[in-house]
């Protein structure tokens, strides 16, 4: 490849960069419109820059506003974190919803509650990204020898996890009652819940994934062409383990337990990142939060009354890329 | 060989010793469920009760018998349902609770229940229907790769969890009544199951435990492999198409009363396969096993929380999960 022709593609892909952030910028101001009381796109901006204390503006700035900050957020948490995974695993179907590893986080958040320690969003996030740790490494040491199998390890330990959350919910409907639409993984609820720590953190590790994707591209390859390039594999594998635990535990601890943004996602900007890590992770922090939005959208919309949980939304969206995912990769790696 | 009724049924020696103590076994956890609830009943009393005597008649006859009677029956039903599919598929994860056939039955199940707040009758067929259209959706999803292997079973995964999705979404759109019943359901329950809730389910369940059981020695012929049970004159085709049939209508009944309850028709054939030494997967020891497990499980979970009553797809799922992780942990030992 030439210099000019390189350099072309590099622009071609940043101008699908910029062309995906416009579009999510678009889709939070819509967002932030769309739900029980309506409120016009134009109004919408208006209360972001020239706020005047009306009922439309107040429901704007107090509750559409944080919840599409959120969503933002937790989209691009698992939609990294999904990159990561399946890089890492070299596995088309790895997901963190998939293999447990956001069940091993909900998990530890619910124990967490019922022992009174989950006070603080701070010892949520702590709470949670230890389960998320304890849960991937327990999913991978069982299920490692094919894909097939560790998405199985996964769904098992997710299904044995809930049936012992969902005990504990029903033995303390009290402490629970906060954690009501949390539990199914939803955005709504938590509106009011102070989250700043929550979106650094993944602000953090989102950067440090985007640092770590040109090494993680050398890894992908094979562990003794990653030594040839001079990538230090061990290192870098800890550091996308602890990566993905940030991401999916901020990610739960926010939103609760969704599923399958991180398989759908990378599955549909591989094409555009035309198998450049960097490009795929970037595109995936894009993309993540605007197919968060838009089920979240789609869950405020989808009942005359009430909402539904967004991640009712996006297993709906998930399980079609699953099936497509092992009809076309089967029980082979990427 | 045992001459039973003009059947000639063969038998192994260690089937029949085994099948005896786990029916005992399935009938003492029975008992055990009889005697236990509010207040602890002897069971004397719970014998004579059981015959119309003494004072707690209405607690024993009308209360917990039509529960304990649900929780073997469906036990039987889960752990044939499971064997079936085991055999068809050629592996312990293909059984219909893991890829999705009760997800599909609890679907219809709920459709009949909003939209035709039907009769028992009306709700199990139309969880039979659901079941089948799953069932066929799996299997045309997965043309290409053949029934085995892991790839219907994570197809199944996938379509599982689609319907699941849908059903929580039929559930939030329900009438508040119709809702709360149907979340207590959607864990699966035997919770307040009642004599008027039973004969329509143990019929279908009786006559298809009956079709299974005159074909179960051409069901063993065919899992010796396609070439084998052509070379015996076994038609596969009609065969597969009526164990499907058998399987979903009996994980289809369960569901339509109990809701989905999740991997007794994991567990039960692969332990009764285990204690059974047999090579196959046996329908009888699974069916009795799923019968135990099942009552026990129910019992578990009416004493947990006691004197609150946990759903026993709960108790199910957390222990059925645990032994799926171990089957895999195991097979990657092996490997």
Redesign the interface.
């Known amino acids: 490849m030439t210099l000019a022709a390189r350099a072309g593609t590099i622009t071609g892909r940043g101008a699908v960069l910029v062309a995906g952030v416009v579009l999510l910028a678009l889709v939070a101001v819509v967002s932030v419109g769309i739900g029980a009381h309506a409120v016009a796109p134009a109004e919408v901006v208006r209360a972001l820059f020239a706020f005047d204390g009306s009922p439309d503006h107040s429901i704007v700035r107090d509750v559409r506003l944080p919840r599409a900050l959120l969503g933002v957020g937790v989209g691009a948490a698992l939609a990294v974190a999904g990159v990561l995974i399946q890089t890492l695993s070299r596995n088309p179907?790895a997901e963190p919803g998939v293999l447990g590893v956001t069940a091993g986080a909900g998990f530890a958040m619910t124990v967490g509650a019922a022992l009174g320690l989950a006070t603080t969003p701070a010892s949520e996030l702590v709470l949670s990204g230890g389960g998320a740790a304890l849960a991937a490494v327990l999913v991978y040491s069982?299920?490692?020898?094919?894909p097939?199998?560790l998405?199985?390890?996964g769904?098992?330990?997710s299904?044995?996890l809930?049936?012992?959350s969902?005990?504990l919910r029903?033995?303390l409907p009290d402490v629970f009652d906060r954690f009501r639409f949390w539990s199914?993984g939803s955005l709504a609820g938590r509106e009011k819940d102070p989250f700043t720590l929550t979106l650094a953190l993944i602000v953090l590790a989102v950067a440090g994934a985007l640092l770590l994707s040109r090494p993680l591209n050398a890894v992908a390859l094979g562990e003794t062409v990653a030594r040839t390039l001079g990538a230090s594999v061990t290192r870098v594998r800890l550091a996308a383990l602890l990566c993905i635990t940030v991401l999916a535990g901020a990610a739960t601890a926010a939103a609760g337990p969704i599923?399958?943004v991180g398989l759908i996602v990378p599955h549909v900007v591989r094409p555009l990142a035309g198998g450049s890590v960097p490009w795929l992770t970037a595109y995936s922090a894009v993309l993540g939060p605007i197919l968060l939005l838009v089920s979240d959208m789609g869950s405020r919309v989808?009942?005359?009354t009430?909402e539904?949980?967004v991640a009712?939304?996006t297993?709906?969206l998930?399980?079609?890329v699953?099936?497509w995912a092992?009809?076309r990769y089967?029980?082979g790696t990427l | 060989m045992v001459r039973a009724g003009g059947w000639l049924v063969r038998v192994e020696r260690r089937t029949l010793v085994l099948s005896a103590a786990l029916a005992a076994l399935m009938l003492g956890a029975g008992l055990l469920g009889l005697c236990y609830g509010a207040s602890w009943a002897t069971p004397g009393e719970v014998l004579a009760a059981l015959g119309g005597q003494g004072e707690s008649v209405v607690v024993i006859r009308d209360w917990r018998l039509p529960r304990v009677l649900a929780g073997m029956v469906f036990g039987l039903a889960l752990g044939v349902a499971g064997a079936i599919f085991q055999n068809l598929t050629r592996n312990p994860m293909g059984s219909p609770d893991v890829i999705g056939l009760d997800a599909g039955a609890y679907t219809g199940a709920l459709v009949a229940l909003t939209v035709f707040s039907g009769g028992s009758v009306v709700l199990a067929t139309s969880s039979v229907v659901g079941g089948l259209a799953v069932a066929a959706m799996i299997y045309l999803l997965s043309s290409g790769g053949g029934l085995s292997g892991l790839r219907l079973v994570v197809i199944g995964i996938a379509v599982s969890a689609i319907v699941t999705a849908f059903n929580s979404w039929i559930v939030l759109r329900a009438e508040l009544e119709v809702a709360i019943a149907a979340v207590g359901w959607s864990a699966g329950s035997l919770n307040g199951v009642d004599w008027a809730d039973l004969p329509v389910p143990f019929t279908i369940i009786a006559v298809l435990l009956a079709l299974m059981a005159a074909w179960s020695h051409t069901m063993h012929q065919a899992a010796l492999g396609e070439a084998v049970a052509s070379a015996t004159g076994v038609g596969l085709h009609r065969l597969r198409l009526l164990m499907v049939l058998v399987g979903v209508g009996c994980t289809a009944t369960v569901t339509s009363v109990a809701g989905p309850i999740a991997f007794i028709a994991l567990a039960a054939p692969q332990i009764g396969r285990r204690l059974a030494g047999a090579a196959g997967v046996p329908l009888l020891p699974a069916a009795l096993t799923g019968a135990v497990l099942l009552q026990g499980a129910d019992l578990a979970a009416q004493m947990l929380l006691a004197p609150e009553s946990l759903p026993v797809g709960v108790v199910t799922t957390a222990i059925g999960g645990c032994y799926l992780i171990w089957l895999l942990a195991k097979e990657v030992r092996r490997a």
């Open positions: 179907l069982v299920g490692r020898a094919s097939l199998r998405v199985l390890t769904v098992a330990l299904a044995v809930a049936g012992l969902l005990g029903l033995m199914i599923l399958f989808l009942l005359p009430g539904v949980p009712i939304v297993a709906f998930g399980g079609p699953l099936i092992v009809r089967g029980a």
